[in-house]
């Protein structure tokens, strides 16, 4: 016959318990593990996982080499000296970027969107609940788990991205920073939808939410700034721009003189509402992405990359007209906007803000003994 | 009203005491002002219909929902105050199975013991222990989705006793069984209560609970509507059924003496009669046998507890 054996240490009743104690943050982290590595066993055992890795490997390989050989066909009809030609390297980087983060955004919601309520639905988050794991414990462990099992697709795709930076003109610093750039816009996803997914009563509505609040960062943000920009209208004083023609251009110099008299101008106070672009995953990714060089004559020479495009736009409708208007108040600007001032911390700190804010409303919800259950659900 | 089932004095703030908890969930009373009490070393049983807020009640006293009014106190430790200490001291066995399942049942009790902060050599040995125990040792690496329905109970049990909790909280821990585990799980409960902890058990299965509980708490409709030991339950009349090879000699022999029986449908030939106490019965039955009756069967219809379930139900329609 068996018996139980009772535990030896029962702690007097007003003593909480005596685990083996290290550091305080040792004790607030190793929960936190335990669910991370609950979660991760979980899904490194299912094979659907694989399947889908296996299947981004394919597609996100397939992109790249539709990208090389777009570009080695386009080569037959370029006026570009076969010495200067910088390569397919930064074409295939940018359309790899763009499509490794496309699909982040498409499969981040899909890992985070149901940690919590799935369990719910599962009857086995009450069951963490009953614990000694605390609310907050239970969210990180959560985010952590969708985030490191969305970042397993980001070390997939990070080859591609190496084969950009071989095939010519992008360093080793571009890609370093495309993936951690990527790695954080995961990051934030993951959170969102985990915050989403313990504040809704279903997974297929959370899911659904998590999905349209990505699609909000991503078109959401471009629509929001049109309609404000349309609504943010002003003047400025500013006089006459002189255009001489100029030999050597360099993008950074203006191509212009201002003189004559001062007159209202009417403009478009992009400023006021350019923060909205600012939060656009594509916005934080691209700016944060080193800019080529472009303080020396003749470097536009095949021209402006689109990721380098999207962040000076982005840059131009922040500086407003003020700074991009010729002749605004007189002064003369750059056709170019330098990358001194980065506008990606303020995209991501919105970005931040929202993520998290969903991620505390989320911890509040899992508390116990709970007070308020959503309609018509069970705590168990 | 008092409602401690168990007549036997405790020490105070030994077992768990829930006194005047209402909740509601928007219009729905839940549970009204009722009380419960289950003292360390015996196991108490909570009856009542479906609906009856058993679950609701079970949830309060697992701190996991926060009740409207009234108080819980887990060996005399208030949960909404010292969360972490009033855990360490209740296990909670739910009614949903709830397993991951693509985990052993090892790795899921090595993981609550971790959620538990149990040191990880007294988890090991814990964790075999509780495998013997619920007998799923042959089954310990498997993936807990191959489990059939009573196995998963059995894990739950044993992931409810993982860090050996003081009180032990069991929604319908006896469905899905089969009748040798539910044996099984009848020794384990009183084994626990014997080490002096509160055992809770709520169930529909009432022929078991008389072998298994020493109280019950019988609710309805959100209200606890009455306590009685075993004893007393057993004590207040129980209804027999009695069959004869003649059942016309039987009939005539009751109604001779003068007893209320009635012929029960269904069964061969059995009438059943309300007899007040165990030796009524015995004395009965000598004076059948004396008279001649041949008697094939002379057994109580129900448990003790199901007789006053039933008139308990009976009284609230």
Sequence with gaps: MTTINPLPADPGPDVSPAPDTSLPAGNYLRPIGVVLMLELRQRLRSRGWYIMLGIWLVVTGAVTFLSWAGWNSSQNYSYIVPDQNPGPGSLIFEIVLAFVLLFALLVAPAFSANAVNGDRSAGTLAILQITLITPG????????????????????????????????????????VALLMLAVELAVVCAIGVGISALATRPLFSIVVTYLTVAALVVGTLIAFGLGAMLAQGTIRANTPDYSYSEVYTPEEPRYTCSGDFYDLHVTRTDQVAWMLAMNPYVVVADAI????????????????????????????IAGPEATTPCANGQVHPGYLRQTVPLWPLGLGLQVVIAGGLMVLGRQALRTPAHRLPRGTRVA | MSTTAAGAPDAPGSGLVASGISRRFGEVRAIEHMDFTAPAGAVTALIGPNGAGKTTLLLILASLLAPDTGTVRIMGIDPAEHPTAARMRVGWMPDTLGVWESLTAREILRIMGRLYRMPAAALESRVSDLLALVNLEGLANQPSRVLSRGQQQRLSLARALIHDPAVLLLDEPASGLDPGSRIQLRRILRELAAEGKAVVVSSHVLAELDEIADAAVFVNQGRSVLAQTIHAAAAQGRRYAISALDPAALSAALSFRGLQFRVEPGRRSAVSLLLGSEDDAARLLKDLVAADIAITSFAPAGGALEETYLSMDAEQR
Excluded: C
């Design chain 1, 137 to 176: 414990q239970l969210v990180w462990g959560k985010f952590l788990a969708s985030w490191l099992v969305s970042l397993a697709f980001l070390v997939t795709s990070a080859p591609f991205l190496l084969i950009g930076m071989l095939l010519g003109r992008m360093t080793a610093a571009h890609v370093l």
């Design chain 1, 290 to 317: 080193p800019y080529p060089d472009r303080s020396q004559p003749n470097q536009m020479i095949g021209g402006m990359g689109f990721l380098e495009g999207i962040s000076q736009g982005a840059r131009w409708a």
